[in-house]
């Protein structure tokens, strides 16, 4: 079945560490972004990514880097420098198009412990 | 101003009520308007898309005014299972893959 994976769907992360967090997807999709959802609050665009080997900041890149290296994973970095990691993250593709649809993950909760 | 700005409740209608959603949007130029539903600790899906003649999907009504740029959402019937977090989304002007979200709406269904 085609659709976006996210992994881990947990991560704890200590103070100072950078953690990675996953995207796949199959579904052939150019264009991939990564949004943070925070308790109570809308999604916010870290980065996105419109066609491999580019990307572009989102309102809250700061902490935060990705790479496109392949049309398919899409992966984001929580360095140490983001001072309050804690948070929902999803990743989404975008069909565009006469039927525009973004598609998201699961998931990641990351919490700093 | 944000680019999309919703209500955030939230909502309380016991079962049986209608409740409808506004949202608005700042960019005229806005191509595509979606609601997204998304339950707790979940991952938002798409619930439908708004067409400027309006549509509907069984108990769902979606309408968009570009005149006055906002996009509603009516639910009549309302069941248990509808209480969610309903985000209006815009997408960007055309050439731009950029979708913008709203804080969302909370809906709780009470029997």
């Known amino acids: 079945d085609g659709g976006i994976t996210q992994s881990p769907k947990y991560l704890f992360r200590k103070e100072g560490q950078n953690v990675t967090l996953s995207c796949e997807q199959n579904?052939?999709?150019?264009?991939m972004y990564w949004y943070r959802q925070d308790p109570g609050q809308g999604l916010r665009l870290i980065y996105y990514s419109q066609i491999v080997n580019d990307f572009q900041k989102g309102d809250i890149a700061e902490g935060y880097s990705v790479s496109r290296e392949k049309k398919e994973s899409f992966p984001l970095t929580v360095t140490s420098a983001q001072k309050n990691p804690t948070a929902f993250y999803l990743c989404?593709?975008?069909?565009?198009?006469?039927?525009?649809?973004?598609?998201f993950g699961q998931g990641t909760r990351l919490t700093v412990v | 101003r944000k680019e999309v700005e919703q209500d955030p409740g939230p909502f309380n209608v016991p079962e049986g009520a209608t409740v409808a959603f506004n949202c608005t949007y700042s960019?005229?130029?806005?191509?595509?308007f979606f609601w997204y539903r998304q339950d707790c600790r979940k991952e938002p899906k798409l619930l439908m898309s708004?067409?400027?003649s309006g549509n509907e999907d069984g108990r769902f009504t979606a309408q968009l005014n570009r005149a006055s740029q906002y996009i509603s959402l009516l639910i009549r019937d309302s069941k248990l299972s509808d209480s969610a977090t309903y985000l209006c989304?815009?997408?960007?002007?055309?050439?731009?893959?950029?979708?913008?979200f709203g804080t969302g709406t909370r809906l709780t269904v009470i029997p």
């Open positions: 989304v815009v997408k960007g002007t055309a050439g731009a893959n950029n979708l913008f």
């Open positions: 579904l052939n999709h150019d264009a």
């Open positions: 960019n005229s130029a806005s191509q595509s």
């Open positions: 708004v067409y400027s």
């Open positions: 989404a593709s975008i069909r565009t198009g006469m039927n525009t649809e973004a598609f």
